[in-house]
Structure formats: structure tokens, C-alpha cells
């Protein structure tokens, strides 16, 4: 199981890039580096391929909407060039709340625009000539739809790698298995190791069923917190307000996708109640709403016993790397648990 961690966008940057270097020699093997309505992740990834060695560097996510999918190629040839190929493209199609009202672009298909994007993608780092006639992208842009002088172009450059790997955030059956059939990498949320055959299993297996020999195996990253000790169950809270905001507040009614997976997890009342205190207001009581197991079951909080139990139940279910985010009061501390969890993986 690879090591990974998240940056938080929210947070100080370039401390936190800082102490990357630190966390490259504990045996961390890659780095998320998030773009919600913060800084854009870009800039911040070619800082970090300039501070790090093997590090893997991956976008994650990018959105769908907020680049042509010729620029999300370009810049993912960049990003792989400057990094001496450690680039993993990650992508995903956020919500309408942020896509519509940040972007200001119509949140529509996603998982249309997300396979032909991955088309469009690997076209241009084969630098093959880009005539494409897809449902929602067409490249050159068609006569009637322009001056009619556009031209089938390639990549000037030549890209260290032409096939940099591709991770797609999905959590709805059909775009799960459109990820299954042609991404390298799939980036669920709240993952439930024990639940996850219930919830995605018919379309991971439908997608496999589908997928190019090429792409490898899946690579499945989970998310969790982490904090090793007899005494740390009391950080399941740290999980809490994000749960709650994810749960209750990233979408409307119908239309949250979060809130979805907690129904399809068998939380349909608390999910209910989760939205309603969110959408009025009341942050901290839909935070305490929040399941205590859905908490345990997607962190590694606990004793040594218990995160070696859930290293092998998360290994069973297919996972092949971890994106945690390690808990500690320093960064000395912080370091020592991605060495202990790296320790812990490699023995599960």
C-alpha cells in the first residue's frame, strides 16, 4: 500500500510545502494538492516538484469545467515535465455549487465531459493532431461555430511520459464505472471498507469488464485521519465538521452527492437530519448528528491493534494507497505516524 497525504487548502501553503522534504524521507510516496476556491493547485504543484525529490505529485481534483480539456493536457505535460515525470493528473467534477457559482459555467454531463476529456487528454501527450468530434467537445471548433479558420494542431513539446496517470474522483454507480473502465486511479470519499462491495461493486466489476489491459490495475485511494495511541479516540471529532459540511452542505436538497452515499450507506435519518441543521444555519449540531461509526470505520484512529485491523480490512476491499492526514500537535510527530503507517502497510 503506497503512503499519500492531502494539503489543505485552507492552510499555510508554503509552511506546509516546507516540510515536504521531511515527509519524502519518512516514505511518504505522494501528495494531493487540492483546488476548490483557494489558490489555484497548479502553481502550488510546480513549487512542490521544485522541493521534492520521488515524491508523486498529484492534482487533487482538478475540475472538469474550469479548463479546456486541451489546457488540462497542456498543463499536466507541464506539471510532468517540470516534475520529471512524478505527475498523476487528477480530476473530478465537483458540484454545482462551485462549478455554476465560482466558474460561472453550466454544471452539465460530467460524466460525459469527464470520458471525453480523458480522450482528448491522451491525444494530445501522444501529440497526435487534434481533429475530435465528440458530443461536448469538438476540436477544431466546427465552421458554424466560429470563423471556420481553426486547425487540427498537436503538442509542440514532447512529453516526458504520453500516458501520465489518471485518477478520477467519482462516487455515483455509472461515473464509478466509467472511472473503473478508464482511469488509472479511482478517488472515492468516506470510504467504508466493509460497505464499499455493497455500494460500488456491481460497477467497479461492470467498468473492469470494460478496461484496456494497458491501464494496470485500478489504484484505489482512501481517505482517512490518522493518530496512533491509546488515547486518541477522542480525534473521530477532528472527521466531524467536514462530514457535516460534506454531508449537509456541498449541494441542495436531491442534489448532494455526499449525502447520497451516506443514504446508500445505510444512514438515510442521519443523513436527512445531517442537511436539514446544515442548510439552516445550525453547522455544530449537524456536526454532532454526524455517525460515530461512519467516523471509525473511515479513519485510522485508534490503537496500533485497531489501525492494523482496518490496514487489512481496507487491503481486502481492493484499496492500494492511503491519502491520510495524519493528526499530531507538531510537525515531529506528524512525521513519526507517516513513518509508523508506512511501517504498518507494508506489514498488512
Same mark, same amino acid.
Given at each position: 500500500?503506497?503512503?499519500?497525504?492531502?494539503? $489543505?487548502?485552507?492552510?499555510?501553503?508554503?509552511?506546509?510545502?516546507? %516540510?515536504? !522534504?521531511?515527509? *519524502?524521507?519518512?516514505?511518504?510516496?505522494?501528495?494531493?494538492?487540492?483546488?476548490?476556491?483557494?489558490?489555484? /493547485?497548479?502553481?502550488?504543484?510546480? #513549487?512542490?516538484?521544485?522541493?521534492?525529490?520521488?515524491?508523486?505529485?498529484?492534482?487533487?481534483?482538478?475540475?472538469?469545467?474550469?479548463?479546456?480539456?486541451?489546457?488540462?493536457?497542456?498543463?499536466?505535460?507541464?506539471?510532468?515535465?517540470?516534475?520529471?515525470?512524478?505527475?498523476?493528473?487528477?480530476?473530478?467534477?465537483?458540484?454545482?455549487?462551485?462549478?455554476?457559482?465560482?466558474?460561472?459555467?453550466?454544471?452539465?454531463?460530467?460524466?460525459?465531459?469527464?470520458?471525453?476529456?480523458?480522450?482528448?487528454?491522451?491525444?494530445?501527450? =501522444?501529440?497526435?493532431?487534434?481533429?475530435?468530434?465528440?458530443?461536448?467537445?469538438?476540436?477544431?471548433?466546427?465552421? *458554424?461555430? &466560429?470563423?471556420?479558420?481553426?486547425?487540427?494542431?498537436?503538442?509542440?513539446?514532447?512529453?516526458?511520459?504520453?500516458?501520465?496517470?489518471? #485518477?478520477? /474522483? +467519482?462516487?455515483?454507480?455509472? $461515473?464509478? %464505472?466509467?472511472?473503473?473502465?478508464?482511469?488509472?486511479?479511482?478517488?472515492?470519499?468516506?470510504?467504508?471498507?466493509?460497505?464499499?462491495?455493497?455500494?460500488?461493486?456491481?460497477?467497479?466489476?461492470? &467498468?473492469?469488464?470494460?478496461?484496456?489491459? +494497458?491501464?494496470?490495475?485500478?489504484?484505489?485511494?482512501?481517505? !482517512?485521519?490518522?493518530?496512533?495511541?491509546?488515547?486518541? %479516540?477522542?480525534?473521530?471529532?477532528?472527521?466531524?465538521?467536514? !462530514?457535516?459540511?460534506?454531508?449537509?452542505?456541498?449541494?441542495?436538497?436531491?442534489?448532494?452527492?455526499? @449525502?447520497?452515499?451516506?443514504? =446508500?450507506?445505510?444512514?438515510?435519518? %442521519?443523513?436527512?437530519?445531517?442537511?436539514?441543521?446544515?442548510?439552516?444555519?445550525?453547522?455544530?449540531?449537524?456536526?454532532?448528528?454526524?455517525?460515530?461509526?461512519?467516523?471509525?470505520?473511515?479513519?485510522?484512529?485508534? +490503537?496500533?491493534?485497531?489501525?492494523?485491523?482496518?490496514?487489512?480490512?481496507?487491503?481486502?476491499?481492493?484499496?492500494?494507497?492511503? @491519502?491520510?492526514?495524519?493528526?499530531? &500537535?507538531?510537525?515531529?510527530?506528524?512525521?513519526?505516524?507517516?513513518?509508523?503507517?508506512?511501517?504498518?502497510?507494508?506489514?498488512?
Amino acid at each position: 500500500m503506497r503512503i499519500g497525504m492531502s494539503l $489543505n487548502y485552507a492552510g499555510g501553503f508554503k509552511e506546509t510545502v516546507d %516540510e515536504l !522534504a521531511d515527509y *519524502e524521507k519518512a516514505g511518504l510516496d505522494i501528495v494531493f494538492v487540492p483546488e476548490a476556491y483557494s489558490f489555484d /493547485a497548479v502553481s502550488q504543484m510546480g #513549487f512542490i516538484a521544485a522541493r521534492t525529490e520521488r515524491l508523486q505529485i498529484a492534482s487533487g481534483i482538478l475540475q472538469l469545467y474550469s479548463r479546456t480539456p486541451t489546457l488540462t493536457a497542456m498543463t499536466a505535460a507541464g506539471l510532468d515535465y517540470v516534475s520529471g515525470g512524478r505527475f498523476v493528473l487528477g480530476l473530478g467534477a465537483s458540484g454545482p455549487q462551485v462549478i455554476e457559482g465560482w466558474h460561472g459555467v453550466p454544471y452539465s454531463a460530467p460524466i460525459g465531459r469527464t470520458r471525453e476529456i480523458i480522450e482528448i487528454c491522451r491525444m494530445v501527450w =501522444r501529440r497526435e493532431r487534434l481533429a475530435y468530434d465528440g458530443k461536448y467537445y469538438k476540436l477544431p471548433l466546427p465552421a *458554424e461555430e &466560429g470563423t471556420g479558420l481553426g486547425k487540427p494542431l498537436k503538442l509542440i513539446n514532447h512529453p516526458v511520459r504520453e500516458r501520465i496517470p489518471i #485518477f478520477i /474522483a +467519482s462516487l455515483g454507480p455509472k $461515473n464509478v %464505472e466509467m472511472t473503473a473502465e478508464l482511469a488509472e486511479g479511482w478517488e472515492p470519499i468516506f470510504y467504508v471498507p466493509e460497505k464499499a462491495g455493497d455500494v460500488w461493486g456491481e460497477a467497479l466489476a461492470r &467498468g473492469k469488464a470494460k478496461r484496456d489491459p +494497458s491501464l494496470g490495475e485500478l489504484d484505489i485511494v482512501a481517505q !482517512a485521519f490518522l493518530a496512533i495511541g491509546d488515547d486518541v %479516540e477522542g480525534l473521530l471529532d477532528f472527521g466531524r465538521p467536514m !462530514a457535516a459540511l460534506y454531508i449537509g452542505g456541498m449541494g441542495a436538497k436531491g442534489r448532494n452527492f455526499y @449525502n447520497d452515499l451516506a443514504r =446508500r450507506y445505510g444512514y438515510e435519518k %442521519e443523513a436527512e437530519e445531517i442537511q436539514d441543521l446544515y442548510l439552516a444555519g445550525k453547522k455544530q449540531e449537524a456536526a454532532e448528528k454526524v455517525p460515530y461509526e461512519l467516523l471509525q470505520k473511515t479513519s485510522l484512529i485508534g +490503537s496500533e491493534g485497531f489501525v492494523r485491523d482496518r490496514l487489512a480490512a481496507l487491503k481486502e476491499s481492493g484499496v492500494t494507497t492511503l @491519502n491520510v492526514a495524519p493528526l499530531a &500537535g507538531d510537525h515531529e510527530s506528524r512525521v513519526k505516524l507517516i513513518e509508523k503507517i508506512r511501517e504498518l502497510a507494508a506489514s498488512a
